[in-house]
């Protein structure tokens, strides 16, 4: 519990309300609005009787420890004073992003309707697939050079013979996958195969080779599936959100690299710069 809430303390707050007190720590106050906002950060711990106690506890020990860390001056230590400099750096991005994320509009019914029908495989079409999966080490070019073979091969045991043939050592199992558990652009890919093809999706350092042993259907009504695709959508938009006031601070702001970052900011950057903080 004490690690769990580290750097989730009570913010110090001076003319506290006499009733919102919950403990005096030698004299300095912890309000309740101040635990409140802990236990809503984990609600694990309120899950049971004696949980609020044990929150209690924990962040007395903190308030007696940071007294502590004040007597001795470490509040003034470099390490310290950059770790508070990252964190607040963080709460105010995070601030900043809901901020953002709260101005969203919501997605109207025919938005809702429109996602319905343009994800079939997801919904009115949705099935569960069972798959084999052959999982396989191997070089980009060696492994594209089997694409054609193994998604021409007519059955599973096929595909893991002409894995054998190549040298690779692959490492096969079955399984059943919902649409759910897969990535649209993939989903799509497995949609299109009869029971017995196999397509091959690159990885890091190698590549999954999925055959079709079979599939079941599962639909899901529009309305069923209305509160899911209300829930997408808003999630969607909140990003984008973020991510184009992200963009435009960007273009906005003036950035100075120096030293080694210099050669850090010439390279592609990556795709979570564009995210969220």
């Not at 519990?1 to 030698?26: E, F, H, I, K, T």
């Not at 609600?43 to 007294?67: C, F, K, N, W, Y």
């Not at 004073?81 to 969203?104: G, N, V």
Request: charged share 25%.
């Amino acid at each position: 519990m004490m690690v769990a809430l580290a750097g989730c303390g009570p913010n110090r707050s001076a003319g506290v309300d006499a009733s919102q007190v919950a403990v005096r720590v030698n004299g300095q106050e912890i309000s309740v609005p101040q635990l409140e906002q802990v236990m809503q950060r984990h609600p694990q711990a309120s899950g049971t009787p004696e949980g609020p106690r044990r929150v209690l506890d924990v962040v007395i020990d903190q308030e007696l420890a940071a007294q502590a860390a004040r007597k001795q001056g470490l509040e003034r230590d470099p390490r310290v004073i950059q770790a508070m400099e990252a964190m607040k750096r963080e709460l105010l991005a995070k601030a900043y992003a809901e901020t953002l994320a709260e101005a969203a509009t919501l997605p109207s019914s025919d938005e809702v309707n429109q996602f319905y029908d343009a994800q079939p495989a997801l919904f009115a079409q949705r099935r569960f697939y069972q798959l084999q999966e052959i999982a396989v080490e191997g070089t980009a070019e060696k492994l594209e050079g089997l694409r054609a073979s193994v998604e021409a091969s007519s059955d599973a045991a096929g595909a893991l013979d002409l894995v054998r043939d190549a040298g690779l050592r692959p490492t096969a199992r079955q399984l059943t996958v919902s649409p759910e558990d897969v990535p649209l652009p993939l989903l799509e890919r497995l949609g299109t195969l009869r029971d017995g093809q196999s397509l091959l999706v690159p990885q890091p350092g190698g590549a999954r080779i999925l055959t079709m042993l079979g599939s079941r259907p599962a639909p899901l009504s529009r309305e069923a599936s209305r509160r899911t695709i209300q829930h997408f959508l808003t999630n969607e938009r909140k990003g984008k959100a973020v991510g184009e006031a992200l963009k435009a601070l960007r273009a906005d702001a003036k950035i100075e690299y120096e030293g080694r970052f210099a050669d850090l900011a010439a390279q592609k950057p990556s795709a979570a710069a564009s995210g969220t903080p």
